[in-house]
């Protein structure tokens, strides 16, 4: 297992104690978590799947820039992004998952907080972009609601239209943008 030195930005881990009695700890991916995070993306039913060698180049790449929740040694949930290269104070959060036996305990919005206030931290981030598909109405409520309790703006607009996808059926991507986040 590759790891992150222990005065890295990546290392720093949050935990929670969920209303269940279950605990679950917030930190940066490795490349030993890859594999799970694409068997949950696959198990997703909703997340747009990308190779098993996508999920280990990324949670090599941009662990900076994610996030893994695990309960002991099983990861919960993940929200993989990056810094944009070309608007460094916006981070876009790329795939948000939870797995189905930690749903509904509100994991998402407590890795996306985790998350954003690690880059922020480190960065100089005030943005976050995202983007949902209009049927993913639990995706869009948690980037509303992320944007209420931060008391950001939130502004949509068409990213990707279906004629952007030549590879088969693939609904419109709304662009979510998010910020001014308060420091």
């Known amino acids: 297992m590759t790891g992150q030195p222990q005065d890295s930005p990546t290392a720093s881990v949050e935990s929670m104690t969920d209303d269940r009695g279950g605990s679950v700890v917030f930190r940066a991916p490795t490349v030993a978590d890859g594999s799970r995070l694409w068997r949950m993306a696959a198990d997703s039913g909703t997340l747009d799947v990308n190779s098993e060698y996508s999920y280990l180049l990324w949670c090599r790449d941009f662990a900076a820039t994610s996030v893994v929740g695990c309960d002991g040694d099983s990861v919960t949930s ?106």
């Open 78 to 183: 993940f929200v993989t992004g990056y810094v944009r290269p070309d608007a460094p104070d916006t981070l876009f959060v790329w795939q948000v998952a939870v797995d189905a036996t930690y749903r509904r305990r509100g994991l998402a919005v407590r890795a996306l907080d985790a998350l954003v206030d690690r880059v922020a931290r480190t960065q100089s981030v005030v943005f976050l972009e995202a983007t949902v598909t209009p049927d993913n109405v639990p995706s869009a409520r948690l980037f509303a609601g992320f944007a209420r309790a931060r008391g950001a703006s939130l502004t949509k607009q068409s990213l990707f239209t279906e004629e952007h996808f030549s590879g088969g059926p693939h609904n419109e991507e709304v662009l979510f943008r998010i910020g001014p986040l308060p420091r």
